[in-house]
Each structure stands twice: as structure tokens, then as C-alpha cells.
DNA sequence: CCGGTCGTTCACGCGCGGTTCACCAGCCGG
DNA sequence: CCGGCTGGTGAACCGCGCGTGAACGACCGG
């Protein structure tokens, strides 16, 4: 069976995920992820458009409270920003907003 | 999905496998599956783009449930790799998405 | 019987991913 | 301008997912 129905899309500008599919896409090429990196941008796609928090994205991909010292969302971000990055240079596809968060 | 056809032809970039016939060809040469190599093949090609699971592939390919320490999958996506590279060597055909599955 | 193919499973180890640390750069208030 | 805080980035470390070769038995045609 070809499954239509539950392939959610989360877009922003050129990049895409199916969180049913495991599977990222950036200016329609495929982009390998891991499974935290994966999370990470599902997490922020979800919510394309605004400023999220690190505390909201550790309990959404990590789960629990983010520790004061824990540096985990933005080595992950960084990750992100390369993969992604890589197929589209120049352009600014994750904004830190500084204090606050991060926004796709 | 509904019932195929029996000239169904499944093709990925230079891989096409025709399900009734039995038959392979990777950049218009013919490539001898073996019964499940061949399966397999079709299993990935049906979901071209997509990650597929090793449970998924299982479930296609052998039937039943995939059994935790079971690496059948794995090793027959490798005699996979070597039969179709062997037409188009330093291509990459499937793609590992590590901790979720494969991907054409 | 015998040799070859196929499917399954095992064993080894490489490389990837996840975590953490360390150092630097940039922003901000005093 | 200065010192403290926030974020960027590279790298070390380690566990394990995965790649890979091979052994083994079942099956089959000759």
C-alpha cells in the first residue's frame, strides 16, 4: 500500500521534511540526517516562523529539561546549518535570535 | 496501491527492475538477481525517494516480523550494492539513512 | 553422489552518530 | 572600553549500527 494519506509535509522556503519518512529534502535534493538532526529540524519546521526556545526544543527532540550547561541544541543547530547548508550556500536558513532562540 | 499491472516497470535513475519479469537492468544492462536480491530491489524501487525501514523491507521481501538481532536485510542490501555497482562502479544506489533505513 | 547456487547466520571491525569539552567570537550592560 | 554572558565551532571520546567476508546447511541439476 501506498501511503498518501499520513506523509505529513513540513515546509519552510526550500527545505522539507516527512516526519513519517524519516526523510529531509532541501531545493528538492535529499539530505541524510541523523536521527537528533532529523528531530531538531522537524521540531523547528513545526513551528516555521517563529522564535522557539532552547528549553521547547530539548523537550521536544531530547525529552526533559534542558540542563543550564547543556550545549546539545546548539551543536545540533550547527550540524544542521551545515548539511542543510551544503546544498544551499549563502543563504541563512536557521536564525539565532540571541537570548531567546532559534528560527527556521 | 492498487493491483500493478504485469508490464508494471519500476525505475530509480539508471536502475529499472520489471516485477513480472523477473528482470534487472542497471544502465540498460541486464544484472542476475537472485529471488530475494531481486524482491528486495523491487521492495526499494516501489518507494523510490522514500527511507524505508529494515522492518518494512522485511515484512516485503520475507514476510513477518523482523527479529531484533536479524541482519538478513542488511546483507542482502549489500550483495545488492555489489551486483548493480558492478555496472556503474563509484555510484552511489542506495543510500544508508543511519537508524531509519534505506533509501534509491 | 558430487559440485554449484542460494539463503541464513556468525564474527570482526570500521565508521558514524551522540555527548561533552574547550576555545573563540560576538553581543550587551555598566 | 571592559568584563561577563551567549552562541559558534572544532574535536576527542565512546558505544553501537552497519559493512563485509565467510562458514554452514539446504536444495538442485547433472
Known amino acids: 500500500m501506498e501511503a498518501t494519506q499520513d506523509t505529513e509535509l513540513l515546509r519552510a522556503g526550500e527545505v522539507e521534511a516527512f516526519p ?3 526523510l529531509a529534502r532541501v531545493a528538492g535534493q535529499p539530505v541524510v540526517l541523523s536521527v537528533r538532526e532529523f528531530n531538531l529540524l522537524v521540531a523547528l519546521l513545526r513551528r516555521a516562523g517563529q522564535v522557539v526556545s532552547r528549553q521547547e526544543l530539548y523537550a521536544a527532540v531530547w525529552g ?3 540542563r543550564r550547561d547543556d550545549r546539545s541544541v546548539d551543536v545540533y543547530v ?3 546549518r551545515v548539511k542543510l547548508g551544503a ?6 536558513l536557521i536564525h ?5 532562540g532559534y528560527r527556521v
Do not use: N, Q
Open 96 to 100: 539565532t535570535h540571541f537570548g531567546f
Open 64 to 66: 526533559g529539561e534542558l
Open 20 to 22: 513519517a519518512a524519516g
Open 87 to 92: 546544498e544551499l550556500p549563502g543563504r541563512h
Open 78 to 80: 550547527h550540524k544542521l
